[in-house]
């Protein structure tokens, strides 16, 4: 079983940036593929990101796309994610998961582990 945390969520003004991190233990991340998912207040989770366990293949949310980015350190067992140009919409609970194998997947049903989550907020 592997235990995820994230961590580098805060309060930042639009058009901003933000580096999260999700550090795992308990199972050498290279076993899994990732992904980033956000809950707003009222709203249901969705995907913005994720990345198989090569690195190679990093689907984005069409939202966040050329704005997020998401990277993996095998080496250190932390997947980061990226944020710049920050808007207000991008306000939510930020959540790291992961799945076994090397593909990622989009949906919330794909993944098994899952981390608490870290609040980023974003002023207009």
């Known amino acids: 079983q592997v235990q995820l945390v994230e961590s580098g969520g805060g309060l930042v003004q639009a058009g901003g940036s933000l580096r999260l991190s999700c550090a795992a233990s308990?199972?050498?991340?290279?076993?899994?593929?990732m992904g980033w998912f956000r809950q707003a207040p009222g709203k249901e989770r969705e995907f913005v990101a994720a990345?198989?366990?090569?690195?190679?293949?990093?689907p984005y949310a069409d939202s966040v796309k050329g704005r997020f980015t998401v990277s993996r350190d095998n080496a250190k067992n932390t997947v980061y994610l990226q944020m710049n140009n920050l808007k207000p919409e991008d306000t939510a609970v930020y959540y790291c998961?992961?799945?076994?194998?090397?593909?990622?997947?989009?949906?919330?049903?794909?993944?098994?582990?899952w981390g608490q989550g870290t609040q980023v907020t974003v002023s207009s």
């Open positions: 998961a992961a799945r076994t194998g090397p593909s990622y997947s989009t949906v919330i049903n794909g993944y098994v582990y």
């Open positions: 308990g199972r050498t991340l290279s076993n899994y593929a």
């Open positions: 990345i198989s366990w090569s690195g190679r293949s990093t």
